[in-house]
């Protein structure tokens, strides 16, 4: 195994359909469920059976580390224009929230992030997902990969959900991004902070309305 490598976590629910692999300069794993060009640089770890990929360095004896600034710095959303097909866009979706609801920790949402074409359509639905179980690293990493907290995902934001839920940190996290996130509607006609009264979490709206501050509403696009 090369000594600094992105491990991801194997993604359920593809139905045998394949992820185009995002090359970086730095290690990540391939996954089964990835599609590979052969133009890459590939090590194999005999002892775990995991496969890696990257691209050719310049320097044959270049490192990149895996958990580095640049590598941290691609784990971000690509532009509409730069994801091979539709297909890619959905499988990216899947992938991500699939990630965002079982893994343990932040590592194979980065993994996702960095070795696919993950478009920013395909982050909503992972946010939300993370906002739902409080993970507000989670939020934290989809945000900065290019999130938007304010879209909604089945009709409200990643905050709806994390205030109809109690889930508080994952809630300050979305707020101290974007603070007008507590007043955008969802498409049921209700605030965060609404809803967050309506399931009984009172106390939760007041002290996320005190961080928020004031002004108006919108109604998600």
Known sequence: ???????????????????????????????????????????????????????????????????????????????????????????????????????DDDTALRHLLSSCYCPRSALGPALSECASRDNAAGVALLLAAGADPRAPSDGKTALHVACERGCENAARALITAACDTVRVLSLDGRTPLQAARECDHGPLARRLEALAGGGPQSQPT
């Open 1 to 103: 195994m090369p000594s600094s490598v992105l491990l991801g976590r194997s993604v359920g629910g593809l139905s045998g359909r394949k992820l185009t692999f995002r090359p970086q300069l730095f290690w990540q794993e391939v996954l089964p469920e990835h599609a590979v060009a052969a133009n890459l640089q590939f090590e194999c770890d005999f002892e775990s059976g995991k496969n890696f990929a990257r691209q050719p360095p310049s320097d044959p004896d270049e490192t990149i580390p895996a958990d580095g600034t640049y590598a941290l710095s691609v784990a971000r959303c690509v532009s509409d224009d730069k994801v091979p097909s539709p297909a890619d866009a959905a499988l990216a979706t899947r992938a991500l929230r699939e990630a965002a609801a079982v893994a």
